[in-house]
């Protein structure tokens, strides 16, 4: 792994990226089995499913850029997970985001 | 849809997504791991978490202040320019000959300053521009008295980085519009002059509506190009004088590689190519919408 010490690997990135190779792939699937069918929502545009993972991916990345300078990132509460595992406000803004993700999905 | 669809058609794509693989995302991939770290070289690096971007999202923070300084700077010098070689481009474009050897005269002097390098046209303007051996600044400095140069002067350097660039990129605009003007059929115009439609009538009612599409593409590009502009400012002012035209894209390299804070420019440069991404899916969503629309309007 020597050879990969500069792109820097940490584990949260590390579970992010593995996240989005998730969805990719189970689109992939998903694409195949049941192929992708244009569909006009309430921002009237045709879109596929891809392209609503694409908004959503987007917007939640947004919602967290807005959310930061806002609200902060102070801990809110503390899991009794090893010594204390320490939540973020932040993650406020990753549920409403899986919120708004559901929500493109369900009406874009 | 009757179409067969052959799915293993995919695996032609699959050369032009290795390239995009290690000429884009593995180097996304990095400076995304590289903006939650903190490191001094030595390909060690400490945790940061969110650190970064709470800096650069705050602006009473010095990394912050600067980010949305230079970010206000970039939209102001897109929408300087915009403003500027947008309906410059077209009244160019209206004003071009229709036909003869002219035409060509025209389109190869227009292409002429698309054809030149950026650091090249930064070149010719951080000579031209000077007041002491430059034409255009001893002619504005000597002969007309009014004080002007962009290595002190806020004004004069802006002056300078947005009249380049108009000078640089108004003939892609012009040309877009040319080739949009052309499309039209002469019928259209001969309507009108039966009607007796006025000069103004007809810009407003055939020629604009013609136009939409390639104004789109010319306004996108235009936007992208100045908002990520780096070398032609940078030649000229250096990002001076203090920062009055440090850029996003300026201030970049200055935190990466002057001050070699590769956390705080890679933090920097998610959030820069989230806006640039936006803003590219709203343009396009926008432009395949007016294709889609087109065949309706007959």
């Given at each position: 792994?020597?050879?990969?010490a500069?792109?820097?690997?940490?584990?949260a990135?590390?579970?992010?990226?593995g996240?989005?190779?998730?969805?990719?792939?189970?689109?992939?699937?998903?694409?195949?089995?049941?192929?992708?069918?244009?569909?006009?929502?309430?921002?009237?545009i045709?879109?596929?499913?891809g392209?609503?993972?694409?908004i959503?991916?987007l917007?939640s990345a947004?919602?967290h850029?807005?959310?930061?300078?806002?609200?902060?990132?102070?801990t809110i509460?503390t899991?009794?997970?090893?010594?204390?595992l320490?939540?973020?406000r932040?993650?406020?803004?990753s549920g409403?985001?899986?919120?708004?993700a559901?929500?493109?999905?369900?009406?874009v | 849809?009757?179409k067969p669809?052959?799915?293993?058609?995919?695996?032609?794509v699959l050369?032009?997504?290795?390239?995009?693989?290690?000429?884009?995302?593995?180097p996304?991939?990095?400076?995304?791991?590289?903006?939650?770290?903190?490191?001094?070289?030595?390909n060690q690096?400490?945790w940061?978490?969110i650190g970064?971007?709470?800096e650069?999202?705050?602006?009473?923070?010095?990394l912050g202040?600067?980010?949305y300084?230079s970010?206000?700077?970039?939209?102001?010098?897109?929408?300087?320019?915009?403003?500027?070689?947008?309906p410059?481009g077209?009244l160019?474009?209206?004003?071009?000959?229709r036909?003869g050897?002219?035409?060509?005269?025209c389109l190869?002097l227009?292409?002429?300053?698309?054809?030149?390098?950026?650091?090249?046209?930064g070149?010719?303007?951080?000579?031209f521009?000077?007041e002491?051996?430059?034409?255009?600044?001893?002619?504005?400095?000597?002969i007309?008295?009014?004080?002007?140069?962009?290595?002190?002067?806020?004004?004069?350097?802006?002056?300078t980085?947005v009249?380049?660039?108009?000078?640089h990129w108004t003939?892609?605009?012009?040309l877009?519009?040319?080739a949009?003007?052309?499309?039209?059929?002469?019928?259209?115009?001969?309507a009108?002059a039966?009607?007796?439609?006025?000069?103004?009538?007809?810009?407003?009612?055939?020629?604009l509506?013609?136009l939409?599409?390639?104004?789109?593409?010319g306004?996108?590009?235009?936007?992208?190009d100045?908002?990520?502009?780096?070398?032609?400012?940078?030649?000229?002012?250096?990002?001076?004088p203090?920062?009055?035209?440090?850029i996003l894209?300026?201030?970049l390299?200055?935190?990466a590689?002057?001050?070699?804070?590769?956390g705080?420019?890679?933090?920097?440069?998610?959030?820069?190519?989230?806006?640039?991404?936006?803003?590219?899916?709203?343009?396009y969503?926008?432009?395949?919408?007016?294709?889609?629309?087109r065949?309706?309007?007959g």
């Amino acid at each position: 792994m020597e050879s990969l010490a500069w792109m820097a690997w940490t584990p949260a990135t590390l579970i992010f990226y593995g996240l989005i190779a998730l969805a990719l792939g189970t689109l992939t699937v998903m694409a195949i089995r049941h192929p992708e069918v244009e569909r006009v929502g309430i921002l009237r545009i045709p879109t596929t499913r891809g392209d609503r993972f694409f908004i959503a991916l987007l917007g939640s990345a947004f919602i967290h850029l807005i959310f930061l300078p806002l609200f902060g990132a102070d801990t809110i509460a503390t899991l009794p997970v090893g010594e204390g595992l320490e939540v973020s406000r932040l993650w406020l803004a990753s549920g409403i985001s899986l919120l708004y993700a559901a929500a493109v999905f369900r009406w874009v | 849809m009757d179409k067969p669809l052959y799915h293993r058609a995919w695996f032609l794509v699959l050369p032009a997504f290795l390239l995009v693989v290690f000429n884009a995302v593995v180097p996304m991939m990095t400076v995304v791991n590289y903006s939650v770290q903190d490191t001094f070289g030595n390909n060690q690096f400490f945790w940061n978490g969110i650190g970064w971007y709470q800096e650069l999202l705050d602006p009473s923070t010095e990394l912050g202040g600067r980010f949305y300084d230079s970010l206000g700077r970039n939209l102001l010098f897109s929408a300087i320019i915009l403003a500027i070689e947008v309906p410059l481009g077209v009244l160019v474009a209206l004003s071009m000959p229709r036909a003869g050897w002219r035409v060509a005269a025209c389109l190869v002097l227009m292409a002429l300053p698309l054809l030149v390098p950026w650091n090249v046209v930064g070149t010719i303007w951080q000579i031209f521009a000077r007041e002491d051996i430059g034409l255009f600044g001893y002619f504005v400095n000597h002969i007309l008295g009014i004080t002007y140069n962009y290595t002190s002067g806020v004004f004069s350097a802006w002056f300078t980085i947005v009249v380049m660039d108009v000078w640089h990129w108004t003939s892609l605009i012009a040309l877009l519009s040319y080739a949009g003007l052309k499309s039209i059929p002469d019928a259209y115009y001969q309507a009108a002059a039966i009607d007796g439609a006025s000069r103004w009538a007809v810009f407003t009612t055939i020629q604009l509506p013609k136009l939409r599409r390639v104004l789109l593409i010319g306004v996108l590009l235009r936007f992208m190009d100045s908002f990520m502009i780096y070398t032609e400012p940078f030649v000229v002012t250096g990002g001076g004088p203090g920062n009055s035209t440090t850029i996003l894209s300026i201030d970049l390299v200055k935190i990466a590689l002057g001050q070699f804070d590769l956390g705080k420019a890679a933090a920097m440069s998610i959030v820069y190519n989230l806006i640039i991404l936006a803003v590219c899916w709203v343009f396009y969503t926008v432009m395949t919408q007016v294709d889609a629309q087109r065949p309706k309007e007959g």
